[in-house]
C-alpha cells in the first residue's frame, strides 16, 4: 500500500508529484487511529512519572 503525500501551497492542497518548492508544506496522512494518537501521550507520560517516582526512591533511600 503506498501513501499518499499531500502539498498545501498558498492555501490550496494538492497531491505532491516530483520537485515541491520551498515554501510548500507537505503532509501525509496517520496511519494511526484517532484513539492511538491520544493514549500515545497519556502512556508516555505515565511511563515517564512511573520512572521518576522509582528514581527519586532510590534515591531518597541511600
Known amino acids: 500500500m503506498e501513501t499518499m503525500v499531500y502539498v498545501s501551497l498558498n492555501e490550496v492542497v494538492t497531491e505532491a508529484v516530483g520537485t515541491q518548492p520551498k515554501d510548500a508544506l507537505l503532509f501525509a496522512p496517520s496511519k ?10 497519556q502512556a ?19
Open 32 to 41: 494511526k487511529s484517532a484513539a492511538q494518537v491520544i493514549l500515545e501521550p
Open 44 to 62: 508516555n507520560r505515565r511511563r515517564s512519572s512511573q520512572f521518576i517516582k522509582e528514581r527519586l526512591e532510590k534515591a531518597f533511600k541511600s
